[in-house]
């Protein structure tokens, strides 16, 4: 799975929460919150597309330290897309 934005595509590290709609990502470098992003997903022969924006993102921390990683929310466009990124 990847996020591209501003025509850079970067690996999502891990998925941390998932709602009706939207995602908790992290990755390694940081988005602008307001940003549009497209999230791909490749399995295979399989090559889907979410469109979404970010909605905010932060600094990752563990035990009062930064690890060089953020945390980014992201909206998806329509709820019918996150039922599809579930599945997969």
Known sequence: MYVKARHELQ???AIR??????????????????????????RGDAHLEFYAYVAW?????EDDESVGQHLVGLRVYGAHSLGQLIAH
């Not at 929460?17 to 490749?42: K, T």
């Not at 993102?57 to 921390?61: G, L, T, Y």
């Open 11 to 13: 690996p999502v590290l």
């Open 17 to 42: 929460d998932l709602s009706q709609r939207g995602v908790c990502l992290c990755l390694e470098h940081r988005l602008v919150a307001g940003e549009p992003v497209v999230i791909e997903l490749r």
């Open 57 to 61: 993102c932060q600094a990752r921390v």
